[in-house]
Nanobody, 120 residues
Framework: QVQLVESGGGLVHPGGSLRLSCAAS????????MGWYRQAPGKERELVAN???????YYADDVKGRFAISRDNAKNTVYLQMNSLKPEDTAVYYC??????????????WGQGTQVTVSS
């Protein structure tokens, strides 16, 4: 089994910054894509950013230039640096990992979610 622990959410003023972390532990052979999704009240969960093993990244259009995703493979951890935050960034943020078991099988795991609130 794999456990994900998220941290770093909170309340911030518009224009401020936050850094989210998601650390995975347990039965991990390797981790493929790592990403962050968010879900605002009344809206569907949406992909914010992801990063593959080789380092290639993807960003949703509305966070490009403001957010940066990174990973530390030695620590099985993914980060999301969020700068120039806007009220519309307010949501619960979930990390998302594809974990391989070493026998050719993989599973998707989700973090527990961390609240990010951008408000003056």
């Amino acid at each position: 089994q794999v456990q994900l622990v998220e941290s770093g959410g909170g309340l911030v003023h518009p224009g401020g910054s936050l850094r989210l972390s998601c650390a995975a532990s347990g039965s991990i052979f390797s981790i493929g894509v790592m990403g962050w999704y968010r879900q605002a009240p009344g809206k569907e969960r949406e992909l914010v950013a992801n990063i593959v093993t080789g380092g290639t990244t993807y960003y949703a259009d509305d966070v490009k230039g403001r957010f940066a995703i990174s990973r530390d493979n030695a620590k099985n951890t993914v980060y999301l640096q969020m700068n120039s935050l806007k009220p519309e960034d307010t949501a619960v943020y979930y990390c998302h990992l594809r974990v391989y078991d070493g026998w050719g099988h993989s599973s998707i795991y989700w973090g527990q979610g961390t609240q990010v609130t951008v408000s003056s």
